[in-house]
T-cell receptor
């Protein structure tokens, strides 16, 4: 069991570029989510999914898109990167009562 | 998120008890969680409490829940330098997180 995996670990983008952060889980969890972590702000929920084909917005969805075509994968797309999106991004999946986190992607937008 | 609040810092001496507090707003949360994050690492689930419980003990960790006041606390007994980390509480309804409490344990 790999748990929750994320790629890449680190990424530097220029303003205006687009990219996709990958997330996969092998625990057959229906519920997956993306968070961003900024200093002093804790984790803020970007988007979440309660199953394949179903996604919804969290606290800070602007500038990000998600899709969920399979149970295992939940990619996060940055359409046009901005310096304000410099952050550490965590993907998570959960069963009824336990949430598991990936190791994170550290993104810098210059 | 705004729905979950924590104080930002706590400093204790090694061997003392640490108490980290959290308030939440969503009374429909079935579970409430405590996570630990060490520098440069992801989040590790420490413990959780079901909303119909007042207390849960797990080795050195004690979680207290006051549903009336929507207040959650995590007590770490005999705090060690290895407990230095950021501790997050989260509600189990929307999985919103507090801003984290940075625990500094002095030798």
């Amino acid at each position: 069991n790999a748990g929750v995996t994320q790629t890449p670990k680190f990424q530097v983008l220029k303003t205006g570029q687009s990219m996709t952060l990958q997330c996969a889980q092998d625990m057959n969890h229906e519920y997956m989510s993306w968070y961003r972590q900024d200093p002093g702000m804790g984790l803020r929920l970007i988007h979440y999914s309660v199953g394949a084909g179903i996604t919804d917005q969290g606290e800070v969805p602007n500038g990000y898109n998600v899709s969920r075509s399979t149970t295992e994968d939940f990619p996060l797309r940055l359409l046009s990167a901005a310096p304000s999106q410099t952050s550490v991004y965590f993907c998570a999946s959960r069963n009824s009562y336990e949430q598991y986190f990936g190791p994170g992607t550290r993104l810098t937008v210059t | 998120g705004e729905d979950v609040e924590q104080s930002l810092f706590l400093s204790v001496r090694e061997g003392d008890s640490s108490v980290i507090n959290c308030t939440y707003t969503d009374s429909s949360s079935t579970y409430l969680y405590w996570y630990k994050q060490e520098p440069g690492a992801g989040l590790q689930l420490l413990t959780y409490i079901f909303s119909n419980m007042d207390m849960k003990q797990d080795q050195r960790l004690t979680v207290l829940l006051n549903k009336k006041d929507k207040h959650l606390s995590l007590r770490i007994a005999d705090t060690q330098t290895g407990d230095s980390a950021i501790y997050f509480c989260a509600d189990g309804q929307k999985f919103y997180f507090g801003s984290g409490t940075k625990l500094n344990v002095k030798p």
